[in-house]
């Protein structure tokens, strides 16, 4: 089975990735094929919304790092792989149709960045965010240095991304990440309202609302995503010449 699920109904794609045993944890080939479901998604002329979701009792649980400290990249591969996540941001963000992410359980790493990256995001009561890379000699990616900031200030955003602290629901709230929290048994329900009510309004405005948005932050996301690059690739390069600790710290 596809490690990430694409389905077409109506006017709305809805693209799930697929990893549930593994707490959907972000594989080389689930982020190629992420990113080939976005693209799909952005240039099908009958698909005017993109509902991103995860299968299983968590959204995404980030890296997979068992596969990570198995076959540690290469420079020319690290260039690919970092190249990719940071792309999915940007079809997430830059794109011209809006993106809803879906959210329960956890949301780690670049699983964390994507519901950030969402035009909207409905959170679950279950949600929990953690960005760990910092304490697996990794760094953030998705503009996640960027968006933190804007969202819940400086000094906070350095404990969740720096320090990797967790998150829990009502922190969410808290924090500004999240407008409200959802109860379990209504996420379909709230779903299917926050589609209606983008899929009433005429597409041209849609388009405009999006890509309006898109122009007013693409400079900053840029210079956020390229930073990232940088950083990342740093990591990479020192990981694979000092090796790093990948056990799972829950």
């Known amino acids: 089975m596809s490690d990430v699920m694409y389905t077409h109904a109506g006017r709305v794609a809805r693209i799930t990735l697929n990893r549930p045993s593994v707490r959907n944890a972000i594989s080389r080939n689930m982020l190629q094929q992420l ?16 509902v991103l979701a995860g299968a299983g009792r968590d959204f995404c649980a980030g890296e997979d790092l068992r596969e990570l400290s198995e076959a540690i990249p290469d ?5 690919a792989i970092v190249d990719r996540f940071q792309n999915v941001t940007r079809q997430i963000m830059l794109g011209h149709k809006p993106v809803v992410c879906v959210t329960q ?7 964390g960045a994507w519901p950030l990256n969402a035009d909207f995001t409905l959170w679950c009561e279950t ?5 760990p890379e910092a304490g697996h000699g990794l760094y953030a990616s998705g503009g996640v240095t960027w968006l933190l900031e804007q969202v819940c200030g400086p000094a906070r955003a350095r404990e969740i991304s720096w320090a990797g ?20 048994n209504d996420m379909d329900a709230a779903l299917d309202h926050l589609l209606g009510k983008l899929l009433s309004l005429p597409r041209a405005s849609l388009t405009r609302y999006k890509t309006a948005q898109a122009d007013r932050i693409h400079d900053q996301l840029e210079a956020a995503l390229e930073s990232e690059k940088t950083q990342m690739l740093d990591a990479a390069d020192a990981i694979s010449t000092n090796g790093a600790d ?3 710290k829950p």
């Open 35 to 50: 990113e080939q479901q976005l693209d799909r998604a952005i240039a099908d002329e009958d698909v005017d919304v993109i």
């Open 75 to 79: 420079a020319t591969s690290a260039v």
């Open 105 to 111: 359980g956890w949301a780690i790493g670049a699983g």
């Open 127 to 131: 949600s929990k965010m953690r960005f």
């Open 165 to 184: 602290v967790d998150v829990s629901a009502d922190e969410l709230v808290k924090d500004r990440i999240a407008p409200r929290l959802i109860p379990s």
């Open 246 to 248: 990948f056990s799972f």
